[in-house]
């Protein structure tokens, strides 16, 4: 069945990552109109002239709160929200290097909040927020405490968000290993393509996710109205090894 999401303001954070970029392309074909966000005017334009279909967007930093304000006011009315934006870092507690892990608690979980807090002003009581969390919230993974501990902060808050703002659905996409940039960010390119290669041979399903698996999970949770509080896991099977 395909969707029909005709007439629908989706907005997404972060066009240049991985999942932000693969959920804007499966909601212009589902023909939404998509309001993106990049943290420079540059990056930006160079986003949205590579989407296939016609989207529109701001400049947003989401440690720059005043920022966050402005952006939800450029972007008027909306119907679902969607915040895949957010840095990443991975070290032992040992190795913890403490602004790195202060940087994702203040885009990922702090920046999220504020998205939404900022958001919801704007936003139509029949729509939906889709927030972002990661498998290494039930699947400990020796390096991702400060993903861990945000993904659980995440889940946690968008169930009771879903209480306050109902009708408004809020839900979290609960990633496993998806290969997008993140991976070379984090590790160098050869050590990324090194670590997805070992995931994709252990994995249940024989390979590591791709962003448009999460992009379809995206639109899915948009377009099913009775889906509320979930936290969808969507990770190849990853848990259950
Ligand atoms: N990929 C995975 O394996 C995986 C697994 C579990 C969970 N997740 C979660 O899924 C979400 C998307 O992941 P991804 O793999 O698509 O990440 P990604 O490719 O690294 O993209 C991250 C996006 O966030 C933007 N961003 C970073 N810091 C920002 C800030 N301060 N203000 C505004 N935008 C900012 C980046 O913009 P710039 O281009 O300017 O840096 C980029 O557009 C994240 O929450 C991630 O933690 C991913």
Redesign the pocket.
Known sequence: MSMDLNGQRVVI????????RASAERLLQAGADVIV????QD?LDAALAELSGKASGYV????DMDSIAGFFEKVGKFDHLVT?????MFAPIADMDFDAARAIIE??QW?QMMTVHHAIKQMSKTGSITL?????TQKPLPGSSM?AAV?AATEASARVWGLELAPLRVNTIV?????????S?LMGAEAGAEALNGFASVLPVGRV?T?DD?AKAVVFLIDNGFVDGESLVVDGGHRLI
């Open positions: 954070t972060g066009i240049t990552g991985g999942i932000g966000s990049a943290r420079s990056k947003l930093d989401l440690l895949p934006a957010a840095t990443s885009s990922k920046g972002f969390s990661g498998t290494v993903f993904g990633p496993g290993i998806i290969e997008t940039p993140v991976w960010g996710g962003a999460i």
